[in-house]
Every structure is written in structure tokens, then in C-alpha cells.
């Protein structure tokens, strides 16, 4: 050749040798760089001038793989001319072992990235997405689908049966999909993969041979006009060697965007699934069992949470029966504020968010911020008026007693009337008499009244005691004939309470129940996107202003949450129609009690905002 060639016009995966002699290299000039870029690729043998013993000093001696005269003998040419195509052939072994290795390498790194995704995600459905797409991609797939064995939740279901949970179809992107099952059996390919724990290499599953006992349903093609061609069918096996499920690969494509539309098409682009293929699949399909076995996991951990949760929420209505519903409605409200917050929060909220972590670990510190009730005694928890039960009817009683006393004294002084005046004035007297017991009778029920209705609790502060004052003077004679208060003064003290039905010592044993929560919540060892739900549950009786409990914190020590369990609480106990100690408030009236509280620096006014806007309280059927 006149002039030498540039490392880029050379063929890599061919072994060359190049013949240098003086004309060639003069050729180059000094362009040096030139002969450094064919030396890594190719071998360069000098050829000197006839009766030279060694190369001229232009001759780059580093990069020459040999030096002949060109006057030598046929045997040494030969000879320098095959050492130099043995260094050509280790040249681009060298290359191909280099590309090998990026190639591995690189494969390596995405099977990495691929097991961190599989591991990291904790939705079934994505989980199972994610690996028939990553499959279909590392392999040029066109199809793919996943089977899973199912579990035996339920005794009745037969065992041994995969079911048909993913499918995708790159040709066919919008086919119906539904679930089916299919037994574990030699009897279809994916039956007979997780039955023998084999994987099956299919060049053309329309050719399957006649010994084989599994088949091909040819079904799914004639419906939809697909053919299938080539298969890969791996199972996929946890660490323990146990089947959790089945990949199918389906027409390996030589093109990755070509559309399998015809049979000629399938002729032409769809090939066999190679041995580098197999090893990548079955390397992801391990990932894919630990992570789907992960997943299964994680569902029972979750079931097993729900579970405790469920029975948690049934101790505490068990223990106060009045308050049934209040926890779940809770934590409907609070769920539905945060998500109305992180679709259009109002002000300082406007860029909050709540990863689906954040909502679950919310509700469950929703439906477990009343827990600590087990600890509240029975006889306050269950309270339903000012004055115990019992107390009531001994006031009942009390009065009874005053209106049988009142009416045996009328019969007494009539008759000492007619036995001491005989009958000439008895008619006008005995009137007399009458309009005095029937006046007593009047005044017994008319306190009996004012006590009863001092008795219902109040939402806010309402209510005027002169009535009961007024009572709490008079006196009576007990059957001993021991002159005692008409209303004593522990009865006067729960009667003059004037908002709810509880007093300070009864209202702060209700109010320990956060204490209770706290400490019982505490205890357990949660999961790391579980473990605000001791701190969000503690603080849902707090008040921005420091005036709520247990703590007394200020707005700024207010877990968010806890600020949304908040009004969501208070809410729910206004509207409930549950309480048999109050009356439901309107839920137009609710709101403005809470937008009242709001005002008064108590509750969060934007979060407020957010939930009357986005009308968060009509998910417990608010108006």
C-alpha cells in the first residue's frame, strides 16, 4: 500500500500485521501519533533495506513487533511476519476480553441496580411491573408474564396452582388483562417450570417435540392474531430453594422497537433466547424471588399490624361503648385532611407533602390516639351526665321520700283536724290544705326539673345555678329526724359545671389517657417509617397556644399531624350522633365552633381552611 492506514480503517476483531518499510513510514513524516494508534491495534513488522543488520534510526523500535532485512532469506521473513500476527491475534484478544469484561461489567451494575429497585419497592403489583419489564429489557423480549404460586390463605383452595398476575405486550400494548389460575403440572410450560424447578429454552414453541408432556396454548395467538415463537420459561426461586413463582419471556427480538405485526415479521426478527440471556434472567429472577418473598412478608407484617391495630380499636370501644366509631372516623378525617393538604395546601402548607408512608404511619397514630382509655376508670370513662347514675337516683329517691312525707303529713293534719273540729268547718279547711301540699308538690318538681336539666352536659359554657343554689339551701328531716341539705354540696359541685360533664379532678384523670397512649405506644419497637406515631398520638389534645395537655407545648413543638388528628378529633366529637351525654351539633355549627377555636389561637387556621375547603368532613358523612 502507498500510504498507511489510520487505526480507524482497520477491521478490530481481525488480526493484522503491518509491513513497515521506509517508503511507508516516510509517508507519515513525523506524525508519530499516527503509528502509536496502529500499534494498539495491529502488529508492526520493520522492513529494512537490503544488508541492513538492525533498523535505521527513523524506525520507531518501541512499537515494532519485529525488524528483517529486506534481503533476508524467505524463512526469516516468514518467521518475523507469523510473530507479528501472533501479537495481532493477542491484540484483539485483548480487545475482546476488555469488551467482555464493560460488558459484564456493565451488566453487573444493572442487575445491581435492578436488585436495589426489586428490594427498595413494597408494592405487590409494581414489585411484580418492575420485573417482567426489566426482564423483557435485558433480554430484547417483545412479551413477557408473571405467575405466582399462590398462597394458601384460604383451606378450601386446591393446591398447587400458579396465578396469572402480569402480562405485558409490547406489539399489543392495550390487550384485557384477568387473572387466572393454572396448576402446577408437566402439563403447560409454566406448570412444568415450577414443578421441576427447571428453566425451559424454547426456540419455537409451535415445534415442541412429541416426548415433551407440556404444551403450548395456542389460544391466547388465535384470539389476538399474535405468534408466538420463541420462549423462555424461568422459575423463580427464593434462597431456600422454594418456587414462589414463574417469568415467561416471550420472541426475542433482534430489534428492540420493531413491532411484531405479521408472521413474516416473527420470521424474520424473533430468535432463540442465548446462553448470556438465560444467565442474566435466571441471575434477575433470584432478585425478583426475594424480593416478591419480601414483599409476601412485609403484607403478612402489615395484616399482623392491622390485626393488633383492629384489636386495640376494640379494647378501647369495649371499654367506652359510647365513643364506638370515633377512632376510625378519626383517622378517616385526619388521612383525607393530609391528602387535601398535599394536593392544595392553604399558606405555610402550600409545598407540604406525605409520602403514602407518612398517611399510613398517620392513620395508625389516628386510630391508636385514644388507646390510653384502658387506663381511665370505667366509672369516668363511661360518664354520660354531670352526676353519676346512681347519685341521680338517690336524689330521685330524696325527693320521692319529701313527696310521700308531704303527703302523709296532709292526711295527718286532716284527720287531727276532724277529730279536733269535727266536720262544721272541715270542707274549707281541708282546701286549704290541699293548695299547701299541692304547692309543696309544685316546688319538689320544679328543683326535680332544674337538677335534671342542670344534669345534660353543655358544649360550651352555658347556664346560669341561682335555681340550684336556691335548692341547695333548703333543708328536709331524714328518717332520723337530722336536718339535711334539699341538694348537698358534692351534688351542687358536679350540677354547676358548666361545660361538658366532667369536673376539674374527673376532667384531668380523662385527660392522663394521652399520658397512657404515649407510654403504651412507646413501647412498642416500630418500624422506621412507623416511629412518629407515640409523638403525632401524644400531642393531639395540644393547643397552639400552650393551653392544651398533657404537655402544655406551643405551636412550634406541634407535630403537623398531630395539628390535623386535632380538628379532626374535635370535629368528630361535636357531629358524633353516638354520645348519649350530648347532643350532636349541626356540622355547620361544628365548623364554627372549631373556626371560634381557630380564632382564639387554639387550632391551625390554614389546616382548618384546607379541611372546610376541600370539605374533608363529608367523608363520615358530614353535611
Known sequence: ?????????????????????????????????????????????????????????????????????????????????????????????????????ALRHGELNELSRVGVALSTERDLTTLLEMIVTQARRITCADAGSLLLVDRKTDP???????????????????????????????????????????????????LLPDNVSYKQNRSFDEKFGYRTKSMLVIPMKTHRDEVV???????????????????????????????????????????????????????????????????????????????????????LLTVGLAEAVDRAGEGSYKLQTFTREQLKELRYASLLHDFGKVGVREQVLVKQKKLYGPDLDLIKHRFAYLLQASDLQFERERANYVLTHGLGTYEPHVKRLDEMRMAKREELQRFMDAIVKANEPTVLPEGSFEALSEINQRTYLDFDGVTRPLLHDDELKFLMIRKGNLDDQERREIESHVTHTFRFLEQIPWTGELRNIPSIAHAHHEKLNGKGYPRQIGAEEIPVQAKMMTISDIFDALTATDRPYKRAVPTERALDILGM???????????????????????????
Open 1 to 101: 500500500m502507498p500510504v498507511l492506514p489510520t487505526a480507524s480503517t482497520l477491521d478490530n476483531e481481525r488480526p493484522t500485521v503491518i509491513a513497515l518499510d521506509a517508503g511507508l513510514l516516510a509517508s507519515i513524516g513525523d506524525d508519530r501519533p499516527r503509528l502509536e494508534d496502529l500499534a494498539r491495534c495491529a502488529a508492526i513488522v520493520g522492513i529494512g533495506s537490503a544488508g541492513e543488520t538492525e533498523p535505521a534510526s527513523n524506525f520507531p523500535l518501541d512499537l515494532l513487533s519485529g525488524w528483517v532485512p529486506g534481503d533476508a532469506p524467505t524463512g526469516a521473513i516468514l518467521a518475523q511476519l507469523r510473530g507479528g500476527f501472533r501479537h495481532a491475534a493477542s491484540l484483539v484478544a485483548e480487545r475482546r476480553a476488555k469488551h467482555e469484561e
Open 156 to 206: 378450601s383452595a386446591p393446591e398447587g396452582t400458579l396465578r396469572f398476575k402480569i402480562s405485558q405486550n409490547f406489539s399489543l400494548p392495550n390487550l384485557p388483562f384477568s387473572e387466572f389460575t393454572v396448576p402446577i403440572t408437566h402439563s403447560s410450560l409454566s406448570g412444568y417450570a415450577a414443578s421441576t424447578g427447571e428453566p425451559l429454552v424454547i426456540a419455537d414453541v409451535y
Open 597 to 623: 377555636e381557630a380564632k382564639d389561637g387554639m387550632l391551625d387556621k390554614e389546616l382548618l381552611e384546607t379541611f372546610v375547603k376541600a370539605g374533608v368532613f363529608r367523608v363520615v358523612g358530614g353535611e
Open 245 to 331: 413463582g414463574v417469568l415467561q419471556l416471550i420472541n426475542r427480538k433482534k430489534d428492540d422497537d420493531v413491532v411484531l405485526a405479521t408472521a413474516e415479521i416473527v420470521d424474520r426478527e424473533v430468535e432463540s433466547f442465548n446462553k448470556r440471556s438465560i444467565e442474566m434472567v435466571t441471575a434477575l429472577a433470584s432478585q425478583a424471588a426475594v424480593a416478591i418473598e419480601n414483599s409476601f412478608l412485609y403484607e403478612d407484617i402489615e395484616r399482623l399490624f392491622e390485626g393488633f391495630v383492629t384489636a386495640a380499636v376494640t379494647a378501647i370501644e369495649s371499654r367506652d361503648p359510647t365513643t364506638s366509631g370515633h377512632s376510625s372516623r378519626v383517622a
